[in-house]
């Protein structure tokens, strides 16, 4: 009896250690660099160990897949041969089983093996190892390390036939495991829904990987909107126009504003202010920097740091001035709009106690969605034209005039004020209830 019971619990204790080997490899395989690396810099020596053995996975693996062969084969030897001829032995006593005790007994034990050795050697381990990945793996790293110098003729053998094998069919084990954008706005996503990752870590995450994609057409300013100083205007002509702006530089233009000459800005206008001289702006103004429209907004950046610029002017093909990016512009296009007070205080879209919008024509097509619901950017947009008024020009093919309407995205817009030729202010109304007012 005490014979069985010490063949039971050494079956138990291999199956256990098989479980160790699926569990530490599960999660060595799922552990995320990024964290290891950042547990082994704060003095975690199993991390630390852990981040070595994913770097040589064909030596992990040898090692692994060694010990749960020599785990599998005593595990089956003991249980098929010795177990279950003790077991034949008290059923031979059974009328009914006869002389097919052996058999039986035999598929009885090696069927509880095989339970046994799936729940406690392969899936509850693994299951482990998948809900604590890095733990584990750190833990387990140093005695994995020390099997692996135990069994090193073994391991060696194993690792070296792995790499002929893979080598033979042209797989390049060189190629590092990189994370894809894909893979990362996915975890993004993933923390959003756990908890770990707030809204706003969420946007700037992906404003990150969205901002190598912007041109600076995408993010500047657009020329209606730019407020433009003439070189030969003074201080007290102009300077108006420069509070009640937003702006921080302004372009200086000399006869008409497409003969662009130079940029001005407020605090060297205030700095002559304070220092009782005259303000002249030909005389403060800097050399524009200009860049052309498809140029990359991440390039753009580095331009800035390396030429101590905060502005830009955006130029045609055709060599025109169509708009302005300063540095806020590229932040905001990371971490999204950041209004001052001035511009809250103004503001460009507006909803009305009936639930319509008052919207200004200059209000960029692709932010619309933001605010009306179920309106979905159109075709073209951001591209063919950026704001409410462009898209009325797009689908009018004319200029635009007070009165015009039309209908997108189950919405319905109509122009109720223009200044001059501009769109001024748009009206934006659900399609249902334009629809029951008529009604």
Same mark, same amino acid.
């Given at each position: 009896?005490?014979?069985l019971i010490f063949e039971i619990s050494l079956i138990l204790a291999l199956l256990l250690a098989n479980g160790v080997f699926a ?13 290891? *690396? ?7 020596? +199993? ?17 692994? *897949? ?11 030897? /003991? ?12 059923m031979g006593g059974i009328a009914i089983v006869g002389n097919f005790a052996p058999q039986i007994a035999f598929v009885i034990v090696?069927? %509880? ?50 790499? #002929? ?38 946007? @700037? ?5 969205? /901002?190598?994609?912007?041109? #600076?057409?995408?993010? @500047? ?20 126009? %420069? ?41 403060? @103004? ?25 502005? !830009? ?13 300063? #540095? ?9 709009? %950041? ?19 008052? %919207? ?13 619901? +179920? ?13 409410? !008024? ?22 319905? /817009? ?26």
């Amino acid at each position: 009896m005490s014979s069985l019971i010490f063949e039971i619990s050494l079956i138990l204790a291999l199956l256990l250690a098989n479980g160790v080997f699926a569990m530490t490899e599960i999660a060595i395989v799922s552990s995320r660099r990024g964290l290891l *690396q950042a547990m082994a810099e704060n003095g975690n020596q +199993g991390a630390a160990r852990a981040l070595e053995l994913a770097e040589e996975p064909n030596r992990f693996l040898s090692t692994v *897949q060694i010990g749960i062969t020599l785990v599998g084969i005593l595990a089956g030897a /003991f249980g098929g041969a010795s177990i279950s001829q003790q077991l034949a032995e008290v059923m031979g006593g059974i009328a009914i089983v006869g002389n097919f005790a052996p058999q039986i007994a035999f598929v009885i034990v090696i069927g %509880i093996l095989t339970y046994l050795s799936l729940i406690l050697g392969e899936l509850v381990p693994k299951r482990l190892a998948m809900r604590y990945p890095e733990t584990i793996a750190s833990a387990m790293a140093q005695p994995m390390a020390w099997l692996s110098r135990a069994a090193g003729p073994a391991v060696s053998a194993l690792s070296h036939s792995t790499s #002929v094998l893979l080598k033979l069919m042209r797989v390049d084990e060189s190629e590092s495991n990189k994370m894809s954008r894909e893979e990362f706005t996915v975890l993004v996503r993933e923390g959003m829904v756990s908890g770990s990752t707030d809204t706003a870590e969420k946007r @700037m995450m992906e404003g990150v990987f969205g /901002f190598e994609k912007l041109d #600076v057409y995408d993010i @500047m300013i657009p020329r209606p909107k730019m407020v433009w100083l003439d070189q030969d205007a003074s201080h007290d002509e102009s300077w108006h126009l %420069i509070i009640r702006s937003t702006q921080t530089h302004f372009p200086v233009y000399k006869g008409q504003r497409d003969n662009l000459v130079g940029v001005v800005s407020v605090k060297d206008c205030y700095a002559h202010l304070a220092a009782g001289e005259k303000v002249i702006f030909r005389h403060i @103004m800097q050399a524009p920097l200009l860049v052309p429209e498809i140029q990359k907004a991440s390039v753009l950046l580095e331009t800035f740091r390396s030429t101590g610029n905060h502005v !830009a002017f955006v130029i045609s093909e055709f060599g025109s001035v169509i708009g302005m990016v300063t #540095v806020i512009d590229l932040m905001e296009a990371i971490v999204g709009d %950041i209004p001052s007070k001035e511009e809250r205080l103004v503001q460009t879209i507006q909803q009305r106690g009936d639930g319509s919008w008052l %919207i200004d024509g200059l209000f960029e097509i692709e932010k619309l969605s933001g605010h009306l619901e +179920g309106f979905t950017p159109c075709s073209g947009a951001g591209s063919e034209y950026q704001t409410l !008024a462009g898209l009325f020009s797009q689908r009018l093919a004319r200029v635009p005039l007070e009165g015009d309407s039309m209908d997108e995205s189950g919405w319905h /817009f109509e122009i109720v004020d223009m200044d001059g030729m501009r769109v001024d202010k748009v009206l934006a109304m659900p399609l249902l209830v334009q629809e029951m007012k008529k009604e």
